[in-house]
């Protein structure tokens, strides 16, 4: 035992033995340890997926289960170094490497964080369209959480931060201005997220285009027309363009007018609003507002009806306007009244002959 004793005493590389031994035995039992624990939170964070946990402690075991073995290896290293003394140039070059592994650790866990939070906004929101904001959402938080991990790094590794950013901030008009349409397409994209015009799901008339929104990415937003097709806009163009979302519809405003030959009597004109109002009335889901002779045309007597169809849905609108008009017709054919189409009528003067009588001298 006392040789034992003695041949821990000695030195090597300026630290005895027994210093280099605890080290060692210090490292291996924390690199040996943290991933039993980290493997054990992870197990009890699979089986409780389907539980509701405070947010606290669902953050708290995620970033457990995103802590990569780089730093737990050189968190081991660290505490191990802490019972022996290195030279100087050793000790820097190690602490400067698992300083930058902290770091890069943090980014992880940041950016985790941010994906948690948008994930759990995500379910909130499951069914309401905000998937493409809330992808935006989540990229700009994990750029801006790797620029600061990024920054906090370099200054703690002794680089003038303060020049360093004034140099990119020079360095950033340039580039700006090169790739200023793309910057564009970010912002706009970001102004999609923030003022959330329309989401994926919406119906959307851009221009001359009709589609659903699909996609809503940092650049373009990807809409389904019609006839099959995808149709892609960039996100500056997008919003630059008077856009109808018909998605956000919760009724529907009808306007429509007839017209009756000339020769209808004044008794079945007055009756004419009636018949109207009752036509749009037998329908469900629809709110009558008026119906009016509104009109003397060129070729017949107008009559102008406006309802809503109590829904946004526009197969309901064409079933319930087509119930309108089988209606309409067929209490114009029981009460004798006639559409009118374009006709005119010539009317023709009768020649006027002038006799002249010559007297004969």
Known sequence: ?????????????????????????????????????KRYIGALRKRGAGNKHPVGL???MLLVTRTTRLFLWALAVWIGLRFITLPLRFENAADSIILVLSWFQAGIWGASAVGYFIDRRRTESAGKGLTGSLNIAEFVGRTIVWALILLLALDNLGVDVTALIAGLGIGGIAIALAVQTVLGDLLASLSIALDKPFAVGDFLSVGSEL????????????????SGEQIIFSNADLLGSRVRNFGRMYERRVVFSIGVTYETPREKLRRIPDILKAAVTAQKNTRFDRAHFNAYGDFALNFETVYYVLGPDYNMYMDVHQAINFQIHE?????????????QKLFLAGAVQTDVSAADD
């Open 211 to 226: 589609g659903t929104v699909e996609r809503i990415g940092i650049k373009s937003t990807r809409v389904r027309s019609l």
């Open 331 to 343: 209490e114009f054919e029981k009460l004798g009244v006639e559409f009118a189409y374009p006709t």
């Open 1 to 37: 035992m006392q040789d034992l004793l003695q041949f821990l005493q000695i030195e090597y590389l300026g630290n005895r033995l027994l210093d280099w031994s605890l080290g060692l035995l210090v490292f291996l039992i924390t690199f040996t340890v943290l991933p039993i624990v």
């Open 58 to 60: 669902e953050l708290a």
